[in-house]
């Protein structure tokens, strides 16, 4: 049998791992920013080709621009009853992850990018969450890229895929909650029970 | 200050995390596979759909014939000299990973489906790792659907996104290569430096 002290301590971290929108008012370090990003880097994309790019953003006026826009798609999409209400302003730190369309554009090259991108962003939320930071993962913005471009300085070229919210939680959380492996795994065939 | 310990262990993880082609005979037991498996359905997904199934993959003509499509996608894109020449047929464990098309079609639509599943891919490959297990991501197989469904009897309604090759790495490898966080980092507005 192997060790596995390491993947314990993992999968203890991955059970915990919440989507955190509520924040103390504490600040977070440049340098616990850079860790989380270079965290991010380290995952793997098609080709090594390293699409992402990050805007770190602190400027409230920045925040509170891209919460009116956030609240506005959730009202869109859930009604007045929109569950997450991330109160933006207040967020230390937000995370803007973009990137070049690096596999052409279509339905296939956007596949490409996405299973380029978002191994990064859980790395990214995984080492917030081993630091004891919050974050919580957003990416409702496609629907709103001409309004955003301007606030972020985003040119055409580049693709907005999630803006991430990082602070110092409010309270303690417990693990999450999933369907067993038993109900999503199938043996050699789809449908063929594990 | 934070505790930093569990980052630290996380950040070697991470800057240990390799695309491992080639395995020794050894196979991986079903209770391992199932463990990397439940790591991957701890990850975040849109609206806490949870849109991942997983097919796990022993039968050796599956494996040859899954590995003679791969090759010849990699010799479409690469020519002869296509880079990644996995022998197919000797990897203990293949992982598919497949889901419902949960947020509808279109491009927006695909964005979604990319960011809640590939969170759990990559839980899926640091729980390998972390376990002293090899795997690598694999994504081309888009261009090849139609001959794929049958091979795994994979309903239309379903999407195939990666497949996974796991088991025990053939020898030690180093650490990755990346860009550094200050080529990749703006602050406040793309383009402004880190």
Known sequence: ?????????????????????????????????????????????????????????????????????????????????????????EVPVLIAVCSEYAFGEGEAAMAALGASIYPGVQNLLLAAQAAGLGAVLTTRWKAQEPQLRPLLGLPETMALHAIIPIGWPDRSYGKNRRRPVGEVTYRERFGEPW
Chains 1, 2 share one sequence.
Do not use: C, H
């Not at 993947?7 to 924040?23: G, K, N, P, S, T």
């Not at 504490?26 to 080709?47: F, G, Y």
């Not at 409230?60 to 999409?77: H, N, S």
């Open 1 to 89: 049998m192997p060790d596995t002290t390491k993947l314990e301590l993992l999968e203890d971290l991955m059970a915990r791992q919440r989507a955190i929108r509520r924040f103390m008012a504490d600040d977070v370090d440049d340098s616990l920013v850079e860790r989380v990003i270079r965290a991010a880097t380290r995952a793997p994309s098609a080709r090594n080709v390293q699409p992402w790019r990050f805007i770190v953003i602190r400027d409230r006026e920045t925040k509170r621009q891209l919460g009116a826009i956030f609240d506005e798609l959730g009202t869109r999409m859930y009604g007045q009853g929109a569950p997450d209400r991330t109160p933006w302003e």
